[in-house]
């Protein structure tokens, strides 16, 4: 069982920046694809940015070059930085284990871009 803890949502204005973190409880991280998807009121889930183990990323059209994924084995945490944020950026900001093919979702993170 892999647990996954959000952090670091929050209030921000348009142009802003905001980093968001994901910890994850197991003695397998490095093995595990981290992902980190995104959900708008009345929207289905979208995938954001995608690390597999050995560090290759993904990401949505609408978020490249504005966000990067990162992770750090040692602390068991995965990364999304933020930057230049759009009032469409606004959503629920789940993270998500893959292992051997199992999904392990955290509970998620509010991000709300306004000014």
């Known amino acids: 069982q892999v647990q996954l803890v959000e952090s670091g949502g929050g209030l921000v204005q348009p142009g802003g920046s905001l980093r968001l973190s994901c910890a994850a409880s197991?003695?397998?991280?490095?093995?595990?694809?981290m992902s980190w998807y995104r959900q708008a009121p009345g929207m289905q889930r979208e995938l954001v940015a995608v690390?597999?183990?050995?560090?290759?990323?993904n990401y949505a059209d609408s978020v490249k070059g504005r966000f990067t994924i990162s992770r750090d084995n040692a602390k068991n945490t995965v990364f999304l930085q933020m930057n230049s944020l759009r009032p469409e950026d606004t959503a629920v900001y789940y993270c998500?284990?893959?292992?051997?093919?199992?999904?392990?979702w955290g509970q998620g993170t509010q991000v709300t871009v306004s000014s």
């Open positions: 998500k284990a893959l292992l051997v093919g199992r999904p392990y």
């Open positions: 197991g003695n397998f991280f490095s093995r595990y694809t």
């Open positions: 690390m597999v183990s050995g560090g290759s990323t």
